[in-house]
C-alpha cells in the first residue's frame, strides 16, 4: 500500500454505495487508483462491478460516498461533466451511433470529450485513433454495418478519441475470440503506455491476469480483496468466491508466465 | 478552389429554391405564385422541423403551434398596434422561440413516444388558449383593415412582396439547415438522435443542445406565421393551429429523408403539388389526408431513410452533393 501512496492517485474513491430500493449494489467501496496503471476489476455476475462503473461515470448518483477525479471532487457529476474532465468509458453492450460513419463515430468522442476540438481537429484526431484501433479502412462506412468484434473497438476508439485521462474499459474482452482477444490486449497496452490509465471489467480471466498491474475483486457489492494478480490468484477469499477452484488459480498463473 | 467543393451539399437547396423563385417571376401569373407560396412555406416549415425530429430524433406532433403563435402573435400587432410587417414577424419568431425555450425546459427531457404524446397536449392546449382569448379575438379571431396593405404599395402588390420576402426565408431556412447539420453543433444532435446516452457519455450536454435545437427550429416557423397570416387578411384558431398540418409537415420530413438538408425540401415540394392535386380532384378532394397518412405509413414501412437517404445508401458517390 506504501507504494500506491507514494504515486499520484488519479481516482479515489471514498466509501461509495448505490442502493436500488432495498437492494444493495455496491457497498462501501474504498480504493485509490495510482495513475498510469491497468486496474483489473472482477467479481462474479451482479457483483457490482458495471454499477461501480455507472456511479463513477455519473450515470448514477451515489447514494453515499463521495469520489474525486484528478484532485477535484466530482461526486454527482452527470456523464458529460465526467467527459469533460477526461473520463472515457466503453460499455459492456455497445451503443454505436449506427447512422453514422465510423469516422462520425468517432469524432463525437474528439468533439466533446475532455479537448474540445473543431469539426476538421476532429476529424484528424478520429483518422489516428481508427489508425490505432485498425478500423481506418472502414471510416466511411455506417458503424451499424460493423460486426461485434469492430464495433467493441470503436466503442474504444470514440473513448480513445476525446484523449482522456483515464479510460474505463467494460468487458472489452467478452464476444471475441481467442485471437481477437490476444490483439485487443496489445491494445490496451499501448494505451497504458501512452499514459492513459485504464480501469477494466474482465471475466476472461488469463486475460486480465496478464494484462492487469492490479486487481479489485469485488462480491456481493463489497470489495473483499485489492492486490497484485500473484497476490489475488492465491488470495483464499477469492478463490471461494470468484474463481471457485484452487488448481484453476494455478493455471492461470501458469498461463500468466507462459504469456509473458 | 477546394473551399466551393466542401459546400456542394448546398448547391442543390439553393438552386431550388431560388430556381422557384426565379420561375415564378419569369411566368408573371398570380395564380402560379399563389401555389408556389405554399410551397416554399411548405419547404420552410419542413426543414425547419427537421431540426428536432431529424438531427435530433424527437418526433414533435406540434411543430405548427410555432407558425400558430408567431402568426397570432405578429397579426395582433400589425393589427392592433399599427406595427410593421417587418417587425411583427421578428416578434412572431420571438414569442414562438420563447415558447421552445419554456416547452423545451419542460418536457424535452421526455424520450421517445412521451415526447410526441406531450407535444399532441401541447398543441391542443395552444388552440383551446388562443380560442380563449380575448384580446387575439377568442373563437372568431382577428381581421386586418385593408388600409393597412396601402403601406405595402396596395393589396396586389403587398401579395407580390410577401411571395419573394417568403423565398428570402425558405432560403435562409435551408442555409441554417444546413450550416447545422455540418457544424460540431450538429454531430451533437446527430449523437442525440443515435443514441442520447452514449452521446451523453461521449460529453454532449444533451439538455442544452436539444433545447437550442428546438428553439431554433420553432423561429422560423414564428417568422413565417405573420407574413402568412398578413397575406390572408384574417387569422381564426382553427387556421392557426390545425393538428393536420404538424402531421402532414412530418410526412414531407419522411418522404423526402429525415435528417438530411435536402430531403425536407424534395418532400414538402412533392407532398404539396400532389395535395394541390388531390385537393382539386373529385375522387380524392375530401379523403385528402388519408392519402398522406397511407403515405406515411409506406415511406416507414419501406423507405424509412426517404428519397434522399435512399439515394445516399444507394449510390455513396453521390453523398457529397445530396446532403
Redesign the interface.
Known amino acids: 500500500m506504501t507504494r500506491i501512496n507514494d504515486i499520484r492517485a488519479i481516482l479515489q474513491v471514498k466509501g461509495v454505495s448505490k442502493h436500488f430500493g432495498g437492494l444493495v449494489a455496491v457497498n462501501n467501496v474504498t480504493f485509490d487508483l495510482p495513475e498510469g496503471q491497468i486496474l483489473g476489476l472482477i467479481g462474479p455476475n451482479g457483483a457490482g462491478k458495471t454499477t461501480l462503473f455507472n456511479v463513477i461515470?455519473g450515470?448514477y448518483p451515489a447514494t453515499e460516498g463521495r469520489y474525486s477525479f484528478r484532485g477535484k471532487d466530482v461526486t454527482g457529476s452527470?456523464?458529460?461533466q465526467m467527459?469533460?474532465l477526461g473520463l472515457?468509458?466503453t460499455?459492456q453492450v455497445v451503443?454505436?451511433?449506427?447512422?453514422?460513419t465510423v469516422r462520425?463515430n468517432a469524432?463525437?468522442?474528439a468533439?466533446?470529450?475532455?479537448k474540445d476540438y473543431?469539426?476538421s481537429n476532429?476529424a484528424r484526431v478520429a483518422d489516428e485513433v481508427l489508425e490505432f484501433v485498425g478500423l481506418i479502412d472502414r471510416a466511411?462506412q455506417p458503424a451499424g454495418s460493423l460486426n461485434v468484434a469492430q464495433k467493441k473497438r470503436l466503442e474504444m476508439a470514440?473513448a480513445l478519441s476525446?484523449q482522456p485521462y483515464l479510460l474505463l474499459l467494460d468487458e472489452a474482452l467478452a464476444g471475441l475470440n481467442p485471437s481477437e482477444i490476444d490483439a485487443m490486449l496489445e491494445t490496451i497496452r499501448e494505451i497504458r503506455d501512452r499514459g492513459i490509465t485504464i480501469v477494466m471489467i474482465e471475466h476472461v480471466m488469463h486475460a486480465i491476469m496478464n494484462v492487469s498491474d492490479r486487481i479489485l475483486v469485488l462480491s456481493f457489492g463489497k470489495l473483499i480483496a485489492e492486490g497484485t494478480p500473484e497476490e489475488i490468484a492465491n488470495n483464499d477469499l477469492v478463490i471461494k468466491a470468484y474463481l471457485g477452484d484452487p488448481k484453476l488459480a494455478e493455471r492461470l498463473m501458469q498461463q500468466n508466465g507462459n504469456g509473458e | 478552389m477546394k473551399n466551393w467543393q466542401k459546400h456542394l451539399g448546398l448547391l442543390l437547396p439553393v438552386l431550388i429554391i431560388v430556381g422557384i423563385a426565379v420561375g415564378v417571376k419569369l411566368t408573371g401569373k398570380p395564380a402560379t405564385r399563389e401555389a408556389f407560396f405554399t410551397v416554399l412555406k411548405a419547404i420552410a416549415l419542413a426543414s425547419s422541423l427537421n431540426m428536432i425530429l431529424g438531427y435530433t430524433g424527437y418526433v414533435s406532433f406540434a411543430h405548427i403551434i410555432f407558425f400558430g403563435l408567431g402568426g397570432y402573435v405578429g397579426f395582433y400587432l400589425v393589427s392592433a398596434q399599427g406595427w410593421s410587417l417587418w417587425l411583427a414577424m421578428l416578434a412572431g419568431g420571438a414569442a414562438a422561440g420563447v415558447l421552445a425555450f419554456l416547452l423545451g425546459k419542460a418536457i424535452l427531457h421526455l424520450r421517445g413516444a412521451y415526447f410526441a404524446l406531450a407535444t399532441i397536449g401541447v398543441n391542443a392546449a395552444m388552440q383551446a388558449f388562443v380560442t380563449n382569448f380575448e384580446p387575439f379575438g377568442g373563437p372568431i379571431g382577428m381581421n386586418l383593415n385593408f388600409q393597412v396593405y396601402q403601406q405595402y404599395g396596395g393589396a396586389a402588390q403587398a401579395l407580390e412582396t410577401a411571395f419573394y420576402v417568403l423565398a428570402g426565408i425558405a432560403l435562409i431556412s435551408v442555409i441554417v439547415s444546413y450550416l447545422i447539420r455540418?457544424?460540431?453543433f450538429g454531430?451533437?444532435l446527430?449523437?442525440i438522435?443515435?443514441?442520447e446516452?452514449?452521446?451523453?457519455?461521449?460529453?454532449?450536454?444533451?439538455p442544452n443542445a436539444k433545447t437550442w435545437a428546438y428553439v431554433i427550429s420553432a423561429i422560423l416557423p414564428g417568422i413565417i406565421g405573420p407574413l402568412f397570416f398578413f397575406k390572408n387578411g384574417n387569422i381564426e384558431p382553427h387556421d392557426a393551429f390545425p393538428l393536420q398540418s404538424s402531421i402532414e409537415l412530418i410526412v414531407m420530413v419522411m418522404l423526402g429523408g429525415y435528417?438530411t438538408v435536402l430531403g425536407p425540401i424534395l418532400g414538402a415540394t412533392a407532398y404539396q403539388r400532389m395535395r394541390g392535386y388531390l385537393l382539386t380532384s373529385p375522387i380524392f378532394k375530401d379523403i385528402q389526408l388519408s392519402v398522406a397518412g397511407v403515405l406515411l405509413l409506406l415511406i416507414v414501412l419501406f423507405v424509412p431513410a426517404g428519397v434522399v437517404g435512399w439515394l445516399r445508401n444507394r449510390f455513396?458517390i453521390l453523398r457529397r452533393v445530396l446532403q
Open positions: 461515470n450515470v452527470k456523464t458529460y467527459a469533460h472515457a468509458r460499455h451503443k454505436p451511433l449506427d447512422e453514422l462520425e469524432m463525437v468522442g468533439c466533446f470529450g475532455s473543431n469539426l476532429a466511411e470514440r476525446a | 455540418t457544424s460540431k454531430l451533437g446527430l449523437a438522435r443515435e443514441d446516452d452514449a452521446a451523453e457519455v461521449m460529453g454532449v450536454v444533451a435528417g455513396p
